[in-house]
T-cell receptor, first 113, second 113 residues
């Protein structure tokens, strides 16, 4: 069973469109994250939720809006997509209680044309 | 803020040779340090982590890393490279109230026959 699953794996869309990426974890973890990996492979934290509460909100355009309906899900909605949004987006989760390792999903490759 | 710096964006070794990937950290508190590996078109997989216990940490696939406080380093090594080790390697430090991982810029390991 996949521990952290993201859908879709690939997303190709036009500039100006709105799209969502979904993430689900079946590990019972309390904390979930969204990371963006750019074309140079650099990974940058975007958001984090702990038990549905937003705890990390890095400097990200407000076109990006995370939503956590429950602690097993963290979705990422992007409005008015721009060329620069093209990247791989990774969801991750961590058990509560401290600085434990993160479990990553396999990523969503977003291409904005 | 805690951060890590990976020296060398690309490292090339021959099959069977020693692998050495360098990581230096900057932290005002005892750091929690991680090495992750990313194979092409996949998510990130934990190789090993340092959490202030033993300074020599053994991980999966024959990798190990040594925490050296005096040098603020956490270099990753493997005695004998395999072709299957070719991948992107990331050093990371856990920080902040959300315990997100701050990643280095990654080192691409190429293994030649």
């Amino acid at each position: 069973d996949t521990a952290v699953s993201q859908t879709p794996k690939y997303l190709v869309t036009q500039m100006g469109n709105d799209k969502s990426i979904k993430c689900e974890q079946n590990l019972g973890h309390d904390t979930m994250y969204w990371y963006k990996q750019d074309s140079k492979k650099f990974l940058k934290i975007m958001f984090s939720y702990n038990n549905k509460e937003l705890i990390i909100n890095e400097t990200v355009p407000n076109r990006f809006s995370p939503k956590s309906p429950d602690k097993a899900h963290l979705n990422l909605h992007i409005n008015s997509l721009e060329l620069g949004d093209s990247a791989v987006y990774f969801c991750a989760s961590r058990p509560g209680g401290g600085r434990e390792k993160l479990f990553f999903g396999s990523g969503t490759q977003l291409s904005v044309l | 803020a805690q951060s890590v710096t990976q020296l060398g964006s690309h490292v090339s070794v021959s099959e069977g040779a020693l692998v050495l990937l360098r990581c230096n950290y900057s932290s005002s508190v005892p750091p929690y340090l991680f090495w992750y590996v990313q194979y092409p078109n996949q998510g990130l997989q934990l190789l090993l982590k340092y959490t202030s216990a033993a300074t020599l940490v053994k991980g999966i696939n024959g990798f190990e890393a040594e925490f050296k406080k005096s040098e603020t380093s956490f270099h990753l090594t493997k005695p004998s490279a395999h072709m299957s080790d070719a991948a992107e390697y990331f050093c990371a430090v856990s920080e902040g109230s959300g315990y997100a991982l701050n990643f280095g810029k990654g080192t691409s390991l190429l293994v030649t026959p």
